[in-house]
């Protein structure tokens, strides 16, 4: 597909073929959502809770401390693209790990409760990182 495609390149396709194409890839993402909130069980995490309290501590607190760290410690920088960085790496657990986690057999209940508990905190968590930021 993708050498069909690269050979048709300098062919300007159709605008209906271009609509439609828009059209089936603009629902990609609400479809991928609906399907991994349909299978995300929420219950209490049992024997769960500990990897969960683990996965939540380094996404939302210690992955951008440590991008702190290296960005500012490291390579001293501490302008926009450095905060940036740390923002984008205190950001909850994606939706796309739950959906890769599940297809790979791996813990779907635990996945599913990283991203809903994850984003949950995050409302909380981003704030403190955008104060933080501005001591950077």
């Given at each position: ?26 629902t990609t993402v609400p479809l ?95 704030p403190l990182w955008r104060l933080a930021l501005n001591?950077?």
């Open positions: 597909g993708m050498l069909l495609g690269l050979a048709l390149r300098p062919i300007a396709p159709p605008d209906w073929v271009l609509s439609a194409i828009s059209r089936v890839g603009g991928s959502l609906l399907a991994v909130g349909m299978g995300i069980r929420l219950r209490a995490p049992g024997r769960a809770w500990r990897p969960l309290a683990l996965g939540l501590a380094y996404k939302l607190a210690l992955a951008p401390a440590l991008m702190w760290l290296v960005a500012a410690g490291l390579w001293r920088n501490t302008g926009p693209v450095a905060q940036v960085t740390v923002f984008g790496a205190a950001m909850p657990p994606m939706i796309l790990g739950a959906i890769l986690a599940t297809e790979h057999g791996l813990d779907p209940d635990l996945a599913g409760l990283l991203v809903a508990a994850g984003t949950a905190l995050s409302f909380l968590s981003l001591w950077m």
